[in-house]
């Protein structure tokens, strides 16, 4: 069983920047790949980073490609989102999610636990 909790959510003007983070608590974190997804209001939950389980691979939206990083610390069980040049569009909660594979889905269906959210809010 994974725990995911994250942090580091809050309000930021567009062309800011915040760090989220998801705290993991399971045997299977360090060898399972983990993905950030978001949710706006009125729409579906979208795919916006991916990291394998060794840090090695990552991959991106299109949306988020070039603004956005995701990165993780086995040792503290922690993946981080960076996200730089926010936009309103940004706006969302965001969801750390992690699969029992190594590697890296877009797919929401192919992770197997999530965290609770953090509302990310963008001002124009």
């Known amino acids: 069983q994974v725990r995911l909790v994250e942090s580091g959510g809050g309000l930021v003007q567009a062309g800011g920047s915040l760090r989220l983070s998801c705290a993991a608590s399971?045997?299977?974190?360090?060898?399972?790949?983990m993905g950030w997804f978001r949710q706006a209001p009125g729409k579906e939950r979208e795919f916006v980073g991916y990291i394998s389980w060794s840090g090695g691979s990552t991959n991106y939206a299109d949306s988020v490609k070039g603004r956005f990083t995701v990165s993780r610390d086995n040792a503290k069980k922690t993946v981080y989102l960076q996200m730089n040049s926010l936009k309103p569009e940004d706006t969302a909660v965001y969801y750390c999610?992690?699969?029992?594979?190594?590697?890296?889905?877009?797919?929401?269906?192919?992770?197997?636990?999530w965290g609770q959210g953090t509302q990310v809010t963008v001002s124009s």
């Open positions: 399971g045997r299977t974190f360090s060898s399972g790949a």
């Open positions: 999610a992690a699969r029992r594979s190594s590697g890296g889905s877009y797919n929401i269906y192919e992770y197997d636990y």
